[in-house]
């Protein structure tokens, strides 16, 4: 299968510091001591998950949800998310997250008109999350608890937040360079050039994009954009990723205090009530 994803939309606006964010990292205590105790699914190793209920392997979410209609993709990504939640602990309502939802929730929170294109916008990620965690999306089938800035340089970081919230929310300054190279698995697989970046081809010439991180080991991360596993490594992460978030969602299990693992979700969710985020 050939992908061609001239096809689908973008739509991330750029990502602006906000001192106010919660970081992960003031959360996860000593991250080396938490990584070597923590029973955490080898399935980063290998990019497969399976459901919490019977051990069976996860089937692939391939829904575009609506994002190869309209700039959407900060909600497609977010959608993708719960319906992956969803499919892990076997949550009915995360799982019928549809493209209509998509579409609908795009058109109130942007004034897009699906006929005539107008006002195809796009999101800003924060803004979204914001909403997902005070107001709710998809018609109240999705809140989330809290979500906090990851630091994706940091593989520790990056593997943790996977682990601890179910995937990551990823925003990224799309290179025109290498956008369809897809391997024999109908992958799309997006590397940094060895060369360097060629002119006028580089992070950001292809617009902002959302994408939703669910696996992590050694050099390679796997994402879900337009419903298709992307492959990319340590080089094109580091070039292309501007921002990074884990969104805590009530399905995915809720701790008191601290957690085993060293997770302090409490410490969290009490900071982000203290700064007006909750």
């Known amino acids: ?146 979500f906090a800035f990851v630091d994706w340089s940091d593989p520790v970081q990056l593997t943790l937040g996977i682990w601890l919230g179910g995937g990551l929310i990823m925003g990224n300054a799309l290179p025109k360079y290498g956008l369809n190279v897809q391997d024999e698995h109908d992958r799309l697989v997006w590397t940094k050039p060895k060369s360097g970046w060629p002119d006028g081809q580089g992070p950001g010439t292809d617009g902002g994009h959302c994408t939703f991180k669910h696996a992590h080991g050694g050099d390679l991360d796997q994402d879900n954009t337009w419903g298709i596993p992307v492959i990319t490594d340590t080089g094109w992460r580091l070039d292309c990723v501007d921002e990074a978030w884990i969104n805590l969602l009530p399905q995915w299990g809720t701790v008191s205090g601290r957690a085993p693992n060293g997770f302090a979700l409490q410490d969290l969710l009490s900071d982000a009530r203290a700064r007006g985020m909750a």
């Not at 602006?16 to 000593?30: Q, W």
């Open 1 to 146: 299968m050939i992908i061609d994803v001239s096809q689908f939309k973008r739509g991330k606006s750029p990502f602006v510091e906000d001192k106010r964010d919660l970081m992960l990292a003031n959360y996860i205590g000593d991250a080396g001591q938490i990584m070597d105790s923590a029973a955490i699914p080898a399935a980063f190793d290998c990019y497969q998950w399976t459901r919490i209920a019977d051990g069976a392997p996860l089937a692939y979410d391939t829904d575009v949800l609506y994002n190869n209609k309209a700039g959407c993709c900060v909600l497609s990504g977010i959608a993708h998310q719960a319906r992956f939640v969803g499919a892990l602990v076997g949550d009915q309502t995360l799982l019928s997250i549809s493209a209509d939802d998509v579409e609908k929730q795009y058109t109130a929170l942007t004034g897009y008109d699906p006929t005539t294109g107008a006002n195809d916008t796009g999101l800003v990620v924060r803004d979204t999350l914001n909403l997902c965690k005070n107001g709710g999306l998809f018609g109240g089938k999705l809140k989330s608890l809290a």
